[in-house]
């Protein structure tokens, strides 16, 4: 299991994170646990599978907004009932 987590400039309210949240799935389908924070400005996802850095940080900026990183790391289970953070 990998988490990607993607540095994004320009979300500011709860609609433009869900918005992000939206165009993640649809770029990569197999994106489970998908989150946005405006705060933070970063979303990031697990998936099993390859993805494609450069079409998941086209698919972004074609909805207005600038992914300024996108990396890839490592993810293991955590806690009591083996669950992914």
Known sequence: ????????DGMMCGMCEAHICDTI???VPSAKKVSASRNRKEASFL?????DTAGLKAAIDATGYTCLSVESAPC??????????
């Open 1 to 8: 299991m990998k988490k990607i987590t993607m540095k994004i």
């Open 25 to 27: 799935r649809k770029a």
């Open 47 to 51: 998936t099993e599978e390859a993805v």
């Open 76 to 85: 293991e289970k955590k806690g009591l009932f083996g669950r992914f953070f």
